[in-house]
C-alpha cells in the first residue's frame, strides 16, 4: 500500500505565495513523474503541473510563469511553489505519484485565495 501525504495550503490574499508539499509516506521506487491537479468549486479537476523523475517540467497555461514544481528524489517528495496567486487559484489541490504505471493520490489540500 503507498500512501500519499501532502501538506500546505489554506488562506492567502491575492497577489500572495504559498507552497504546497507532496509526499510518498513508504520507501519505494519506480517513480516515473509526479504532478499536481485541482479542482475548484463546481468545476471538473484540471491538471495543472508535472514533473518528471529527471526534472522536466510542463504546466498548464493558466499556471505557467506563476507556479514551479520541484522534487526532492532523495525524499520522495514533490513541491509546489505558487506565487502571484489570484481568486481563480482557489480549488482542493490533489497531487501524484506516478509509481509503475499507476498513479497514487494525496488527500487533497484546499487552497482559498481572497482578501
Known amino acids: 500500500q503507498v500512501h500519499v501525504v501532502e501538506s500546505g495550503g489554506g488562506l492567502v490574499q491575492p497577489g500572495g505565495s504559498a507552497r504546497l508539499s507532496c509526499a510518498v509516506a513508504?520507501?519505494?521506487?519506480?517513480?516515473?513523474?509526479m504532478g499536481w491537479y485541482r479542482q475548484a468549486p463546481g468545476k471538473q479537476r484540471e491538471w495543472v503541473t508535472i514533473?518528471?523523475?529527471?526534472?522536466?517540467?510542463n504546466y498548464a497555461d493558466s499556471v505557467k510563469g506563476r507556479f514551479t514544481i520541484s522534487t526532492d528524489n532523495a525524499k520522495n517528495t514533490v513541491y509546489l511553489q505558487k506565487n502571484i496567486l489570484q481568486p481563480e487559484d482557489t480549488a482542493a489541490y490533489y497531487c501524484?505519484?506516478?509509481?509503475?504505471?499507476?498513479?497514487?493520490w494525496g488527500q487533497g489540500t484546499q487552497v482559498t485565495v481572497s482578501s
Open positions: 513508504e520507501t519505494i521506487s519506480g517513480i516515473s513523474d
Open positions: 501524484y505519484f506516478n509509481i509503475l504505471f499507476r498513479k497514487y
Open positions: 514533473i518528471t523523475r529527471g526534472g522536466a517540467a
